[in-house]
């Protein structure tokens, strides 16, 4: 018995120096966002704060606006997987300006920034769309592309807000532009709130060879 007993502990003893090896794969939530330049955010909020104040929303946090591409939940490990094909897509980008007019809604519970030029950033999306089998973890978490670019300025509204917010800036004007030269790419835990700058890619209009293309894929 006592050599039997013997054998399980040592055995028991691997296992745990065995499993201490074993790596930990964090996931993580992404998104690939266009980011206007720093005056431009500025502006955006605060009418984000404004609104935040005159309908009575949650505490303002003051996240740079953005407009976002992809939406995928991924393990950590693939990171630098999808930095190389987003630094090879970008680099074959040219710089372009992005116009935004006035404002849209999601009835009955967003309101948001309408992009006046779409045709750049469907393209880009559309580019980026190449890579989705590396933003896929599994058949519950497939990437999400944005097909209607936009700005939101509020989300989660409630019935009473949204009406009586839409009323007012259904009938504002806003006019601003800026020339998109790049995207980032940003992260957060599942389950928490901040995103963190995993990088930049810089729109590099470089002629990208399609052999030099075909060793990425």
């Given at each position: 018995?006592?050599?039997i007993s013997a054998q399980i502990i040592v055995y028991l003893i691997k296992m745990k120096i065995k499993s201490s090896f074993i790596p930990v794969y964090e996931t993580f939530e992404y998104r690939v966002i266009l980011q206007p330049h720093e005056d431009l955010c500025d502006k955006i909020n605060a009418i984000k704060k404004s609104f935040a104040e005159t309908f009575e929303l949650p505490v303002y946090r003051y996240a740079k606006p953005d407009i976002t591409l992809v939406r995928f939940t991924q393990y950590e490990m693939m990171e630098e997987k999808i930095i190389h094909r987003?630094?090879?897509i970008t680099a074959a980008i040219k710089p372009f300006a992005i116009e935004l007019k006035d404002f849209g809604s999601f009835p009955t519970h967003s309101i948001?920034?309408?992009?006046?030029?779409?045709t750049n950033i469907v393209?880009?999306?559309k580019e980026i769309r190449s890579i989705q089998k590396l933003m896929k973890l599994d058949d519950e978490h497939k990437p999400h592309f944005i097909t209607e670019p936009?700005?939101?300025?509020?989300a989660k509204l409630l019935p009473w807000q949204y009406e009586k917010a839409w009323l007012e800036y259904s009938n504002t004007a806003f006019t601003a532009m800026?020339?998109?030269?790049e995207i980032l790419l940003v992260k957060r835990k599942v389950g928490e709130k901040k995103y963190q700058t995993v990088k930049h890619f810089q729109f590099l209009n470089q002629k990208i060879s399609v052999k030099q293309t075909a060793l990425f894929i």
């Open positions: 018995m006592y050599f987003l630094q090879n948001f920034i309408n992009v006046a030029t779409k393209a880009l999306v936009y700005i939101s300025i509020a800026f020339v998109a030269n």
